[in-house]
């Protein structure tokens, strides 16, 4: 059974960090594995934004509002992913969701050709000027 949790959100001032994180089971995340996992955020009344990917090679990609300010990465375990937030904005305020697929992605982090398969609960980041 698949299972992606997401957490790690909270309120920071605007400059401050955040790290999110997302524990991935139910995948094969061994070396030769192909999967793709990314991050998106949500605000009300918005549509869905995808913020960054990483896939089973360790490429990563990111959408121009966040790179420079956003990483993402494996962690040593090979089933927890972060979402590491520098520089936040108050613009970078929404509920964040981790999702994972698959698919090897190689596609513009906002821009999946379908959604991914499987998402986390959603963790809200709050940004005060």
């Known amino acids: 059974q698949v299972q992606v949790a997401d957490s790690g959100g909270g309120s920071v001032q605007a400059g401050g960090s955040l790290r999110l994180s997302c524990k991935i089971s139910?995948?094969?995340?061994?070396?030769?594995?192909?999967?793709?996992v990314g991050w998106f955020r949500q605000v009300p009344g918005k549509e869905r934004e995808g913020v960054a990917t990483?896939?089973?090679?360790?490429?990563?990609r990111y959408t121009d509002s966040v790179k420079g300010r956003f990483t993402i990465s494996k962690g040593d375990d090979k089933k927890t992913f972060y979402l590491q937030m520098n520089s936040l904005k108050p613009e970078d305020s929404a509920m964040y969701y981790c999702?994972?697929?698959?698919?090897?992605?190689?596609?513009?982090?906002?821009?999946?050709?379908?959604?991914?398969?499987?998402w986390g609960q959603g963790t809200q980041v709050t940004v005060s000027s």
């Open positions: 990483i896939n089973s090679f360790g490429a990563t």
């Open positions: 999702a994972a697929d698959p698919r090897s992605c190689d596609w513009p982090a906002s821009h999946w050709p379908t959604p991914p398969r499987d």
């Open positions: 139910g995948y094969t995340l061994e070396v030769f594995a192909t999967y793709c």
